[in-house]
């Protein structure tokens, strides 16, 4: 997965544990795309201050999944969710109960995992 979007799952999924100044600075630099100089500014701390949050905040981030498995069970169920719907365009073209049977088992799987 992209890094830039392995970075937003993640900070959708726990950003809101970590602290204000933290998600502001991880913002900025993840997805406002900011210099850390100019975070560094904007913050009234060091370059190299910025950088230290900014990893600090990836490590947290990636511990949080590493222990819940968000992102991972979300992306998961996304790619059954697709499968559902191309099974469904599908059944719409011919017909087939085989491929009922196909949703409904990826279905139940979701469903199981729920």
Known sequence: MDQKLEQAYLYDFYGE????RQRRIYEDFVFNDLSLGEIA????????GVHD???RCTKALESYEKRLHLVQKFLRTKERVEQIHALASEFRTN?????LD???????AILEEL
């Open 17 to 20: 544990l970590l602290k204000e």
């Open 41 to 48: 500014q904007e913050e009234g701390i060091s370059r190299q």
């Open 53 to 55: 949050t900014v990893k």
């Open 95 to 99: 017909q087939d109960m085989a491929v």
């Open 102 to 108: 196909q949703m409904e088992q990826i279905s139940n």
